[in-house]
């Protein structure tokens, strides 16, 4: 005959079990700030003053918010995935209502399949943020309209930064390197694309059934494809003379007898893009003289200081 189990032994076994299983990471572990503004789970590592929410702590979930005029500063944290889903979505689908006003900021996405989703969204920004390790597309704008994304680092096997049906949106001062796009543009119009150095990806920009777009005072650096066009548009590649347009690394292999135009800084041969795109003022140097001239001020400003103190 077999013998029971006492019931103390199974007790200690159930409480073993329970006290093990905690330590199992839920497969939906999702952290949301909802329409309210309620972070959920209440545990998560954000702290919450007024309209400004701050994380205390790495996350190693991705987010969802729903809640409009609010900032997230990630304190220089990072959100850590395990290679799939988004590491943050901001937005809703498009048949729900808009979010508006969301700034996303000081933060570090890594290891997921997407790094930031802005969908249905309206002013909302993205500011020094660190997407790296991504496999799907780094920041994707979808359908959303007036959204700046400033001063951040991108790297993705897709597209660095993707613009998805998405107008008026500007792209500032990002790093997007060592993606297969490192800026692709799709059915979108409007959009404004500045001072940003686009280098080491497959192509560096991508552009398809989209029009009207401004793109200048960007570095091109060591793409194998400076540029794809899809479509019959035509975007604006430069901000006129003497301002310039972009510095292109493969410029004087292809225009091998362009000089320089008056010492401005601009070569005197356009960059062709196609029949309908061409940057009218390419940039000679990489670093655009806004960047050097307070180096040149501060050093006018020693020999100055230095000049005078020796003939007093």
């Not at 919450?48 to 809640?67: K, L, M, P, S, V």
């Not at 993205?126 to 920041?139: F, K, Q």
């Not at 990806?201 to 794809?228: A, C, E, P």
């Not at 005197?268 to 050097?292: A, C, G, V």
Request: a negative charge; charged letters at 15%; aromatic letters at 8%.
């Amino acid at each position: 005959m077999k013998r029971l189990m006492p019931a103390s032994v199974l007790l200690l076994v159930l409480c073993f079990m329970l006290v093990s299983l905690q330590g199992i990471r839920p497969v939906d572990a999702t952290v949301y700030i909802n329409v309210f503004g309620v972070i959920n789970p209440s545990s998560a590592p954000i702290q919450r003053n007024g309209n400004i929410y701050t994380f205390t702590a790495d996350i190693n979930d991705d987010i969802e918010i729903q809640a409009d005029n609010i900032i997230v500063d990630g304190a220089g944290h990072t959100i850590q995935g395990a290679g799939t889903g988004t590491g943050m979505i901001v937005g809703n689908i498009p048949d729900l209502p808009t979010v508006y006003n969301v700034t996303l900021k000081n933060l570090r996405i890594n290891m997921f399949g997407g790094g930031i989703l802005l969908r249905n969204c309206l002013n909302c920004s993205i500011v020094n943020v660190n997407v790296t390790l991504i496999s799907n597309d780094g920041i994707s704008i979808y359908r959303s309209s007036n959204n700046s994304i400033v001063e951040n680092h991108v790297g993705a096997q897709t597209a660095g930064v993707r613009l998805d049906q998405a107008d008026n949106n500007t792209l500032l001062r990002n790093n997007v390197t060592n993606s297969y796009d490192g800026i692709e543009i799709w059915g979108s119009s409007n959009n404004t694309v500045v001072g940003n150095t686009i280098a080491n990806n497959s192509w560096g920009i991508r552009l398809t059934d989209s029009s009207s777009n401004k793109i200048y005072h960007n570095n091109f650096v060591n793409n194998t494809h400076q540029v794809y066009l899809d479509n019959e548009g035509k975007d604006v590649w430069d901000d006129g003379f003497p301002s310039g347009g972009n510095y292109w690394s493969d410029y004087e292999a292809k225009y091998q007898n362009a000089t320089e135009q008056d010492h401005s800084g601009i070569w005197n041969t356009p960059y062709i893009i196609d029949s309908n795109n061409k940057d009218n003022y390419p940039l000679i140097p990489e670093f655009p003289s806004l960047t050097i001239l307070p180096f040149m001020m501060a050093a006018l400003l020693v020999v100055t200081v230095y000049g005078r103190r020796h003939t007093v």
